[in-house]
């Protein structure tokens, strides 16, 4: 069934994906229900401890984009996870620009003022503030619980906003309180995605280099494609898979960790969208396809990592893009 890609926020995967996160029953019985093609539904699991925060995965995600600034609507704890993770944007950004760059982010650190008068003019300032004191290509605006309990319009006031800051604006709802599966959190960053950078809120109808003419770009089209690394790769998988992905002739735009509003936006010009992970990019892979019609492959990242092993993973790209009637 065709995902609605123009609601607010993306659905939790409980009503998209229909897993099971508990089974109370033997291991014969499992098996037997497997086997015999039944449908899972989701467990009832009314208390669960030490569970992951959607924040989490979304803002490890978000903190890597270059060039832009992460502003939590939340009460001002739910940023902490940020001070941890700035040790690992440092690192990612040496190894793929040659410099340490720290991760910027600020919070409205709602309190109990806010929870009774709304938070939203507190986040129309700070959006305003962050603008023009930053100067960011992108404000990725992180919503935590508190916002979805008291009802901020967040969405609302971004699409106000919109035109009126030089950054454009990401809106990702990451409240912790509407999932038991964390991995929800992926699906909520690339719909922010898709409603601001993929939408092309500047108006451009592409981006084509100004010394390639338009049958030039569109033979680029065919020959690019787009790999998607959240955090089941390395760099040096990055390199590994684009050297061996080069060696086909191919283009590679390397999707969305470390990537500017540029690279998100050149991904709906690929002949083909390649992941290996199928936790993190399906939603992604799935608006792609719809949206754009770019078919897409999902291999599992290979745990013993060699060229060998690698190649093995570029047989199904040589066989879709052959049988792509616009590839040559």
Not at 46 to 53: A, D, I, T
Not at 166 to 176: D, F, K, T
Not at 305 to 318: G, T
Request: glycine share 8%; with cysteine.
């Amino acid at each position: 069934m065709p995902i609605n890609f123009e609601l607010k926020e993306a659905p939790k995967r409980e009503d998209r994906l229909y897993p099971c996160i508990t089974y109370g029953g033997t291991l014969c019985g499992l098996q037997n229900r497997l086997g015999g093609g039944a449908c899972f539904q989701d467990g009832s699991r009314e208390f669960s401890q030490g569970s992951l925060c959607l924040l989490l995965p979304a803002l490890a995600i978000i903190n890597s984009f270059p060039n832009n600034v992460t502003l939590m609507h939340a009460s001002v704890g739910c940023g902490s996870c940020l001070h941890s993770q700035n040790g690992s944007s440092r690192a990612g950004n040496l190894l793929r620009f040659g410099k340490i760059r720290d991760s910027i982010w600020v919070s409205t650190a709602l309190n109990e003022v806010d929870v009774i008068s709304g938070g939203i003019e507190k986040l129309e300032k700070a959006i305003f503030e962050v603008d023009k004191t930053y100067n960011p290509k992108t404000i990725t605006v992180v919503t935590g619980c508190v916002p979805g309990i008291i009802g901020d319009d967040v969405d609302g006031l971004i699409n106000k906003m919109r035109g009126e800051t030089s950054a454009v604006l990401i809106p990702v709802y990451c409240e912790g309180f509407k999932t038991k599966i964390w991995a929800t959190a992926y699906d909520d960053m690339y719909h922010g995605l898709i409603k601001s950078v993929l939408d092309d809120p500047h108006g451009r109808e592409r981006v084509v280099p100004h010394n390639i003419d338009d049958c030039r770009f569109e033979d680029l089209k065919k020959r690019r494609v787009n790999l998607c690394n959240i955090s089941s790769m390395s760099r040096l998988d990055e390199l590994e898979l684009t050297r061996l992905l080069n060696a086909l002739y191919l283009d590679v735009n390397i999707v969305p960790l470390y990537s500017d509003s540029e690279q998100l936006f050149n991904v709906k010009y690929a002949a083909l969208t390649i992941s290996t992970c199928p936790t993190h990019d399906d939603y992604f892979l799935q608006f792609l396809k719809q949206a754009y019609g770019i078919p897409y492959l999902l291999e599992h990242m290979p745990v013993e990592a060699d060229s060998v092993v690698y190649s093995s993973l570029l047989w199904p790209v040589i066989n879709t893009l052959i049988h792509l009637r616009d590839y040559s």
